[in-house]
Nanobody, 116 residues
Framework: VQLQASGGGLVQPGGSLRLSCAAS????????MGWYRQAPGKERDMVAS???????NYADSVKGRVTISRANAKNTVELNMYNLTPEDNAIYYC???????????WGQGTQVTVSS
C-alpha cells in the first residue's frame, strides 16, 4: 500500500485547511485510514481515523473542529480542519491499517503551520 498525502500549508489562526490522502496498491486490504500528527519534540498522535466500515474516531483535542471523510473514491480520505490554532502546528501523516494484523503504512508528512 502506498499513501500520497496532499494539502497542508500556512493558515491564520481561526482558519481552515483540508488534507487529502490517496491510497494505491492493495487497497482492498485496508482496514482503516486516518491522520496522525507530530509536533516538534512530541510523539506522533492520532488525529482522526475512519474504518472501511465508516466508523470514525477523533482525538479529544480536535473533536468539533475536525471531520474525516471519504472522497469520491473509497481509497481517498480527507481531513477537514476548522478553527485552527497554533497548537495544531505539526507535521501531519496519513496512515493506513492494512491486513489481518492491521499493520501501519505511512504516507509522507505534510506540514501544517498556523500563524498570523
Amino acid at each position: 500500500v502506498q499513501l500520497q498525502a496532499s494539502g497542508g500549508g500556512l493558515v491564520q489562526p481561526g482558519g481552515s485547511l483540508r488534507l487529502s490522502c490517496a491510497a494505491s496498491g492493495s487497497i482492498s486490504s485496508i482496514n482503516a485510514m486516518g491522520w496522525y500528527r507530530q509536533a516538534p519534540g512530541k510523539e506522533r498522535d492520532m488525529v482522526a481515523s475512519m474504518t472501511s466500515g465508516g466508523r470514525v474516531n477523533y482525538a479529544d483535542s480536535v473533536k468539533g473542529r475536525v471531520t474525516i471523510s471519504r472522497a469520491n473514491a473509497k481509497n481517498t480520505v480527507e481531513l477537514n480542519m476548522y478553527n485552527l490554532t497554533p497548537e495544531d502546528n505539526a507535521i501531519y501523516y496519513c496512515n493506513a491499517k492494512v491486513g489481518r494484523t492491521w499493520n501501519s503504512y505511512w504516507g509522507q508528512g505534510t506540514q501544517v503551520t498556523v500563524s498570523s
